[in-house]
């Protein structure tokens, strides 16, 4: 079937340092959304990514979307102890169906 | 205020026992979805509902029923059937989308209800 893989699974930063997650499909995406969950809470839609190539801003967090519609990242440059928690993908794919999630980027960062 | 809610934040169940986990929304969105997510894991799908008194089964079915007798609602029951029914159940509500893409809108989940086994 179709899936989203995400690495890394976990990743310890210290204070400042950046930060970035991937997230890969064997086939091509239509669509890839990012979610953000902080530890105890519920996933905080992020941003959504559509074409080819897209790169989007979010304060210190950049969204890629790649030529091939087939993977993304999230970067985080500067990380700060509120950027703890888990970051999610969620690919939609062309011939349609449910968003399929990742399997999620656990970040902890140490002040 | 608009939102989705679910109830009751923290759920004990006894062996052999049925509990009902109660999710509401007022985003007048058509698709609602269950999710259960298991400690350092991501989100699996248990059900999901495009309009009342029609739903699907995700991948994670087994064990749990529910229903949708009104747009706003849709409560998941956990049967005594689940096995291992300690969790976090996740509810989430989209908007549909038109044509192949009907499920990739964006998804706005509820706090969760953390569900322990006694």
């Known amino acids: 079937g179709q899936q989203v893989m995400q690495i890394p699974q976990y990743q310890h930063v210290q204070e400042g340092e950046d930060f970035t997650t991937y997230c890969n499909s064997s086939t091509t995406l239509s669509n890839i959304q990012w979610y953000k969950q902080r530890p105890g809470g519920h996933p905080v839609f992020l941003i959504q990514l559509v074409k080819s190539g897209e790169v989007k801003k979010q304060k210190r967090l950049t969204f890629q979307f790649g030529e091939a519609k087939k993977n993304s990242s999230l970067h985080i440059t500067a990380t700060q102890t509120t950027d703890v928690g888990t970051y999610f993908c969620?690919?939609?794919?062309?011939?349609?169906?449910?968003?399929?999630f990742g399997g999620g980027t656990r970040l902890m960062v140490k002040p | 205020d608009g939102g989705i809610t679910q109830s009751p934040k923290y759920l004990f169940r006894k062996e052999g026992q049925n509990v009902t986990l109660s999710c509401e929304q007022n985003l007048n969105h058509d698709a609602m979805y269950w999710y259960r997510q298991d400690p350092g894991q991501g989100l699996r799908l248990i059900y999901y509902s495009q309009i009342v008194n029609d739903f699907q089964k995700g991948d994670i079915a087994e064990g749990y029923s529910v229903s949708r007798e009104k747009k706003e609602s849709f409560p998941l029951t956990v049967t005594s059937a689940q096995k291992n029914p300690t969790a976090f159940y996740l509810c989430?509500?989209?908007?549909?989308?038109?044509?192949?893409?009907?499920?990739?809108?964006?998804?706005?989940f509820g706090p969760g209800t953390r569900l322990l086994v006694l």
């Open positions: 969620a690919g939609g794919y062309v011939a349609g169906n449910m968003l399929t």
């Open positions: 989430a509500s989209s908007r549909l989308a038109g044509g192949p893409a009907l499920w990739q809108e964006t998804q706005y």
